[in-house]
């Protein structure tokens, strides 16, 4: 099969590139760097003109109020150009619970770009995974503060970002779900807990303090960890650390 993977030089879209060409497929990357871009519309009717399934691997620049219109924006051009190209099968990857987080900009922008999806013209799966464990240097960066890093105790259940690929990748080489498939990492730590032990896994001496209002995590009130039917992943955070 053909795929055009929209974000294909990121975290999750490179991987699911090499995963589904190591299958046999046809999977080309695309993005701002190989001169398509899903906001202004260019490359992308060539990007996707050949394709049995495209793959919107994209993300916004910012987490923040501006990434609504990106999501937006982008799908509208994805599914005109999808449309156009004849595509049988429209696949993106959202966040567990996104609808349960209706306080954070970049959770309800990733909500209506499952709207936008699911009220398309195109056949459509939406894979939902839980926070990447790449991204944890990026939440123990947000709060920071000389040799401490404050985090509130969240639970969260982090998954690997090889995890997300190999699911994104059998997702898009099946048929269309028209709907959605949770997948989440196997254990379930509070957050401040989990940067304690990515910090002394790295011999990094700074010290988490546990904080109610520390980050973005703090005002999330809904639950974001998998219900008893998602898909669970492999990879367990101490395996992955080291
Ligand atoms: N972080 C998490 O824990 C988490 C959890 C669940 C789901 N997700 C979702 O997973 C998806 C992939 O995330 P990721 O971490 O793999 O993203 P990433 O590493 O930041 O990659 C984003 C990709 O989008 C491309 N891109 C950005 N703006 C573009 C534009 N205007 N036109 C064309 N391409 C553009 C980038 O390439 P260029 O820079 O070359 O354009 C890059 O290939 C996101 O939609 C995110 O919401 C994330």
Avoid at 9 to 30: C, D, F, M, R, W
Avoid at 141 to 154: E, I, K, N
Avoid at 163 to 183: F, K, Q, S, T, Y
Wanted: hydrophobic share 45%.
């Amino acid at each position: 099969m053909k795929f055009a993977v929209i974000g294909g030089t990121g975290l999750i879209g490179s991987q699911v590139v090499k995963i589904l060409n190591a299958a046999g497929h046809e999977a080309l990357p695309h993005s701002q760097s190989t001169g398509v871009d899903v906001i202004s519309g260019q490359g992308l009717d060539e990007a996707v003109v050949r394709a049995d399934v495209v793959v919107n691997l994209t993300n916004s620049p910012t987490f923040d109020e501006a990434s609504p219109a990106f999501f937006q924006t982008s799908m509208d051009n994805l599914l005109a150009a999808a449309q156009k190209g004849g595509v049988g099968h429209f696949v993106i990857l959202s966040i567990v619970g996104a609808d349960q987080v209706p306080e954070l900009d970049y959770y309800r922008a990733k909500v209506l770009q499952e709207d936008i999806l699911a009220a398309g013209p195109i056949p459509y799966s939406i894979v939902r995974a839980t926070q990447f464990m790449e991204f944890m240097d990026a939440v123990l960066s947000w709060t920071a503060d000389g040799d401490t890093v404050r985090l509130p105790a969240r639970p969260i259940q982090p998954i690997a970002s090889k995890d997300v690929a190999d699911a994104v990748a059998e997702v898009a080489a099946g048929a269309p779900l028209n709907g959605i498939r949770n997948i989440a990492g196997p254990e379930i730590f509070p957050l401040d807990e989990l940067g304690r032990i990515a910090l002394s896994r790295k011999g990094d001496n700074r010290t988490v303090v546990t904080d109610p209002t520390a980050g973005m995590f703090a005002v999330v009130k809904g639950d974001i960890l998998t219900d008893m039917d998602a898909h669970l992943a492999p990879t367990r955070f101490t395996d992955w650390l080291s």
